[in-house]
C-alpha cells in the first residue's frame, strides 16, 4: 500500500507563516506567480504574512501546469505524465510580461516531488522574461526568480534547477518529507474525514 500523509488548512497555514519571514528577508518579493492548482492557496495564504504596513499587498499572478492524473477514476493516488501541460500562461504579448522585468519573482507551488514542474516553470518564465527584456531594451534589470513549496519530498529529482538559484540559496521547502504521497485538503471530499486521518497520524 501507498503511504499517505495528510495535511490540515490549519497545518499549510502555519508552514506559509513560517517561511514568511525567510522569504520577506531574503527573496524580497515584488510579485509571486503561483503554479495551479496547487500553488494557489499556498500563494494567498503566504501574501496575508508578506504584507507589511503601508505597502501594498504582493500581486499573484497565476500559470497553469499539470503533469500528474489520476489512472482510474476513483485513485487518490495520482501518477506523474511524461510531460508538462500548459494549462494557462502569462500573456507574452501584454504588460504581464512587461511587468516581471526587473523583479524579483517568488514562484509558489505546493509539492516538489520529481521537480519536473519547478524546472519547466521556471525555464520557461526565464526564457519569456529574457524574450520581453531584449525587445524591450531593458537588458540592465536584473529579474530573479526564487521558489517557495510547502513540501518538498527527499528523493532523487529528475528536473533541475538553475545552479545560480541553488548557489544563492534562492529556493525554500516550509518542510522536507519522506517519499510519501501528500494528501492536500483542498482535494479533500470530506474535509471532516480528511482532518482525522491527519489527527490520527499525528498521535502515532
Ligand atoms: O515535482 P513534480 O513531480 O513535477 O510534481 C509537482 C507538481 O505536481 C502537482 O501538480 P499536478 O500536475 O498534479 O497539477 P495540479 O496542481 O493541478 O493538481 C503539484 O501541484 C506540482 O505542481
Ligand atoms: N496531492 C499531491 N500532488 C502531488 N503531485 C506530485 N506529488 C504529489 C503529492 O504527493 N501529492
Known amino acids: 500500500m501507498v503511504e499517505k500523509l495528510y495535511v490540515t488548512y490549519n497545518q499549510v497555514h502555519k508552514l506559509c507563516q513560517k517561511s514568511a519571514e525567510r522569504i520577506l528577508n531574503d527573496f524580497k ?10 500553488g494557489y492557496v499556498p500563494a494567498r495564504i503566504l ?9 501594498a499587498n504582493i500581486p499573484i499572478q497565476a500559470i497553469g501546469l499539470s503533469l500528474y492524473e489520476s ?21 507574452l504579448s501584454s504588460l504581464e510580461m512587461a511587468n516581471l522585468i526587473g523583479k524579483n519573482v517568488l514562484i509558489v507551488d505546493e509539492v516538489d516531488d520529481t521537480r519536473t514542474t519547478l524546472e519547466y516553470a521556471v525555464k520557461e518564465l526565464q526564457k519569456d522574461v529574457e524574450t520581453a527584456t531584449k525587445k524591450l531594451g531593458r537588458d540592465a534589470e536584473k529579474t530573479r526568480f526564487s521558489i517557495f513549496v510547502l513540501h518538498n519530498k527527499d528523493k ?8 545560480d538559484m541553488l548557489d544563492e540559496n534562492r529556493y525554500l521547502a516550509a518542510l522536507t518529507v519522506p517519499d ?4 492536500y485538503p483542498w482535494e479533500a471530499t470530506d474535509i471532516d474525514e480528511h482532518d482525522r486521518l491527519a489527527e490520527s497520524q499525528s498521535v502515532q
Request: with cysteine; aromatic share 6%.
Open 71 to 91: 489512472l482510474t477514476t476513483d485513485s487518490a493516488v495520482e501518477e506523474p505524465g511524461t510531460k508538462v501541460t500548459r494549462t494557462q500562461w502569462l500573456d
Open 29 to 38: 518579493p515584488n510579485l509571486m506567480i503561483a503554479i495551479g492548482g496547487g
Open 47 to 55: 501574501r496575508s504574512f508578506l504584507k507589511r504596513p503601508g505597502s
Open 180 to 183: 510519501v504521497w501528500i494528501c
Open 156 to 163: 532523487h529529482k529528475k528536473g533541475n534547477l538553475p545552479q
